[in-house]
């Protein structure tokens, strides 16, 4: 615990999470594109009820706003901690120490690749746009 292994895998594992959940995003987006095309195989219509397409846009879309801002919080709280006391080496710890620096530098890569990947996707297929739509098709406004 104290070289950090527990944090390289806390970033391993918050990166494919953040990764299913744009999978997942993207997965419901074509669910609904898909139900709003007219004719499907065997000309049977298939269409969502505004119920369910504001579930297909908000869960997936208010997921992936947890995971990128709540797992990036998560994991700068983390090596805080982890990093608080052990700033400076002691005599017989240098490899200890430097494998801590370098937990911390991958942490912090990895933070800032989840913000920067999510504010992009973010914006490219508009999530928050579809956070509002899905939460006034589940609230029945729309």
């Known amino acids: ?19 299913a959940v744009i999978g997942w995003a993207e997965d419901s987006w074509k669910q609904i594109r898909a139900a709003e095309q007219t004719t499907i195989s065997w000309l049977a219509t298939v269409s ?3 119920q369910e397409k504001g579930q297909l846009l908000f869960w997936p879309s208010l997921i992936f706003y947890l ?4 797992g990036s919080l998560l ?7 982890f990093m608080r006391k052990r700033l400076y080496k002691k005599a017989d710890e ?3 120490w430097k494998c801590r620096w370098q937990v911390a530098g991958f942490t912090v890569l990895a933070v800032l690749f989840i913000l920067f990947m999510g504010l992009m996707y973010s914006t490219d297929v508009g999530t928050w746009e579809r956070l509002t739509e899905g939460y006034q098709l589940l609230r ?3």
């Not at 950090?4 to 990764?19: E, H, N, Q």
């Not at 995971?67 to 709540?70: A, F, K, L």
């Not at 994991?75 to 901690?81: A, D």
């Open 67 to 70: 995971v990128m801002y709540g």
């Open 75 to 81: 994991l700068v709280i983390g090596i805080i901690l």
């Open 1 to 19: 615990m104290d070289t950090g292994i527990f944090f390289l895998v806390l970033d391993f594992a918050m990166l494919m999470i953040f990764c």
């Open 94 to 96: 240098t490899i200890e």
């Open 48 to 50: 969502l009820s505004p």
């Open 140 to 142: 029945g406004i729309t």
